[in-house]
């Protein structure tokens, strides 16, 4: 087997149209929300690139809460 990869990640990889379809969707979500790097957030339908701490993090959350 592959190293770091489970036996089912493995039988992923050996299927070519399941591999086709898996790089299709990753695609397809790069695409639609305008993904370039790692690590990528998409919080309420923004994409918001780069590393965030917590504070960041809580400023995007908090207005999307119910009141408590």
């Known amino acids: 087997p592959v190293r770091g990869l489970s036996p089912l990640n493995y039988a992923c990889l050996a299927d070519e149209a399941l591999m086709k379809q898996l790089v299709q969707s990753r695609q397809d979500g790069s695409d639609k929300f305008d993904i370039k790097g790692t690590p990528s ?3 309420d339908g923004k994409t ?18 119910p009141d408590a």
Not at 48 to 65: N, R, S, V, Y
């Open 48 to 65: 918001h690139d780069g590393d965030m701490d917590i504070e960041d993090f809580d400023k995007l959350l908090q207005p999307l809460l």
């Open 41 to 43: 957030f998409i919080i």
